[in-house]
Every structure is written in C-alpha cells, then in structure tokens.
C-alpha cells in the first residue's frame, strides 16, 4: 500500500517550553538538541547555540522547573510537588554567560555527578538561555540625565534536562480521538488523549493518516517532539490536519500514530477515528 502526503509542516508540540518560547522572541536563537537524556553510564552531554540574527546577543544560562499541564501547557514551578523530582542538583553545567556573533556556534557543556544513594527514577528540569536586552545608547543617555523608565521585553529558549536513575520505563496508550470543526480559515485539528503509565516520561512524534474507503492513504498530521512527562498520567494532543484541496474528510478513517523520537519505526501507539 502506497502512502500520500498532502503539503504540510512537522509541526513541535512538544519541545519542553523551547517552541513556545521561540515563537514569542528567540527565533535568532538555535538550540540543538531540544532535549537532554542522560541514562545509564552517560555521564556528559553537549547543547549547541547559534545566533541566527544579523547582530551580537548576550545570553543567561541557568535552570527553571517546569511542570506541564494536560493540555500541554507549561507552568514554572518552585518546589516539587508529589512525583516530581529536580534534576539541576545533579548537573554542572558550563558556560553561564555567552556571547554569540550572528552565525557563530557555542558549545555549552553538561556534566552530571550522581550520588552513590541517588533513588531510583528520572529527574527533570530545564536549562534556560535567556536574552540579555543590549542597553540603548539613546535610552542611557535619558537616564543618566534624570528619572526614565524603558520597557525591555526578555526572551528565552528552556529545553529539558532529565536524568534517570535506575530501572524505568513507561508504556502509552491513546484514546478519545476527535475531529473539530473547521476553524476561520476552514483548517480543523484532530485531539487525541495520551495515557502514560510507569516511571518514564514519554517522548515521541505524532503522524495522522486519512484512509478513504477507497483510494489510498493520505498523511495529512504530523506533530513531533510530543511528550509527557513525569509524573502526569495525561495529555491532550491537538493536531492540525492540512488536508489537500478537495478531499472531504468523509466515508473513510483517521489512523492517528505515536511512534518514539529517537526510532522511526517503534510505534507506541495508535487510535482510529471512524469518520461517516
């Protein structure tokens, strides 16, 4: 069975804070990967920067927590609550300061130290780099002469750190798939509840097929970076379809698929939407 594709976009719904953030400010800002793992004898990692922009940017590297709402949503946090466990006390991480020239990469590296006692289970937080906003020669000049207040938006990218200690893993299943109605532009979403189920966050990609009674399969979804993480039982994923001109979304199925991020082949999960 052949597969098509309609013209889409593999859209990241899932990239720890990184791609929300980027879409408010710090698009000039490359950061690769989005996400850390250290598991096993993995004692050190590398995040690569890049200024993408056409001037000179300063940022501030440090930790946040982060806990993620059902809806994928994100929320910074100061203390644990029940099942969460910080991973920043266990990384040293280096430099804490950069400067970067437009398209000139920095080399930011991690170090984990584990204690012999450490408990079993994964351990998470975020490493931010955050914009430090360049001082206007024209604004200085204002204060320096008397009161002035200037408003300077600061942007970042946080992607997550997770450390995991011991035997885990984790198991995901999908249920109540539904289609929405078409939005203003007539683009609609397919929403699609995951479960986890372990002591493992789980991260993977999203693909959306439509099956029409007859004819062949069309990939019309694709969302990746998808996860949940420890220790929510729950997410609701909404992905956009784009859907080729003239193909009614009817008389056929929507097969919707959770495949691991670092496999393209190991599927986790699947649900089917039968559309009348």
Same mark, same amino acid.
């Given at each position: 069975m052949r597969m098509r594709f309609a013209s889409l976009l593999f859209l990241p719904l899932g990239l720890g804070i990184a791609a929300a953030e980027?879409?408010?400010?710090?698009?000039?800002? +490359?950061?690769?990967?989005? =996400?850390?793992? +250290?598991?096993?004898?993995? =004692?050190t990692a590398e995040v690569t920067l890049v200024n993408t922009g056409s001037t000179p940017a300063t940022y501030r590297i440090g930790f946040v927590q982060i806990r993620m709402n059902e809806d994928g949503s994100t929320t910074e946090i100061e203390t644990p609550g029940p099942g969460e466990r910080f991973s920043d006390g266990l990384i040293r991480f280096s430099p804490r300061q950069v400067t970067l020239e437009p398209n000139v990469a920095q080399t930011v590296r991690i170090q984990l130290r584990k204690p012999a006692d450490l408990p079993a289970g994964e351990?998470?937080?975020?490493?931010?780099?955050?914009g430090v906003p360049r001082q206007d020669p024209v604004q200085a000049a204002k204060a320096s002469s008397g009161i002035n207040v200037h408003l300077v938006p600061v942007y970042g990218v946080s992607i997550p750190v997770i450390v995991r200690q011991g035997e885990t893993a984790a198991t995901v299943a999908l249920d109540a798939p539904d289609l929405g109605p078409p939005g203003e532009n007539g683009g609609r979403a397919l929403s699609v509840r995951m479960r986890r189920t372990g002591n493992q966050s789980v991260i993977g990609n999203f693909a959306v097929s439509f099956i029409p009674l007859r004819g062949e399969p069309i990939v019309v979804g694709l969302a990746g970076g998808v996860a949940v993480y420890t220790p929510n039982p729950t997410r609701v994923v909404m992905i956009p379809l784009h859907v080729p001109p003239g193909t009614p979304l009817r008389n056929g199925r929507l097969r919707v698929s959770y495949t691991r991020a670092d496999s393209v082949s190991e599927k986790l999960a699947e649900a089917v939407l039968v559309l009348p």
């Open positions: 980027a879409a408010s400010g710090a698009a000039d800002l +490359l950061v690769a990967p989005t =996400r850390v793992v +250290l598991e096993g004898r993995q =004692r351990y998470r937080s975020h490493l931010r780099f955050r």
